[in-house]
């Protein structure tokens, strides 16, 4: 592939995924805290130790966190479980 195509791949893919800002599990129950109505995707992956993946989208953005404890989400958003989650790779 020739090195002008792959930036347009690249910046294409960027478009389509949108900006993904990871966050602390604090911040994000602060930020889904402070707003009404949102969307939340969670999953919980790994065998020997658990790993609980948030995500939601705010403003253009796609804030996300990983932790080691589910996070207390409350009832006000609409949630919305995966089995499996895929961030980009940058």
Known sequence: MFPHAQHSHIQSALKMNGVFVKIE??????????????????????IF??????LTSYKGF????????????????EKIFSNHVTLPIM
């Open 49 to 54: 130790n658990n790993v609980y993946l948030y």
């Open 62 to 77: 796609i804030f996300y966190c990983k932790s080691k404890e589910q996070l207390p989400l409350p009832g006000k958003h």
């Open 25 to 46: 599990g604090h911040e994000f129950l602060r930020l889904i805290n402070e707003q009404e109505n949102l969307v939340i995707v969670y999953s919980k992956a790994g």
